[in-house]
């Protein structure tokens, strides 16, 4: 069952586990505003636990960069907008990956990691990364850092 995230009243729903739900919310409602806002879509997430085939994309891809993500991923959302697949994976210790992958070829394609606020920088991430912060009403400060696909997915 898909959840709509409303951007105007922020909900930790399914993500309540977290030691950051307020702020790792936050950050899921920026991104619902961002696709509504941008491309009129309304944001909806699944539960991870029924969407195996998800996490297993983006694990594929985080393993170009020999990437493991540790954290417990709570949500999961897929779909494909104005020739972009979008994917995210939001984790219980307040982590958002997202892939970006446009399906024309020569297109965008990357994967984004943002950091909810009042959560450390994940090991596998700590070395390899440096993150840029970003201001946001719904969610506070936001860390992001990203890198460029290269294989084909």
Known sequence: MSDTVDFKNVSEEG????PVAPALAGLRANEARYFHNKYKHSFTTETAATQPAVLDYVNTILAERDIVISARPLEVSQFTV?????????????????????????????????LSDGMAVPTPLADKFKFARQKSKLAGTIRGSYFVIKGEY
Request: aromatic share 16%; hydrophobic share 40%; glycine share 14%.
């Open 82 to 114: 104005s020739g972009i697949k979008w994917t995210y994976v939001f984790y219980e210790d307040g982590l958002c990956v997202n892939v970006l992958y446009t399906l024309a070829d020569g297109g965008k394609r990357a994967v984004g990691f943002k």
């Open 15 to 18: 993500l309540s586990s977290s």
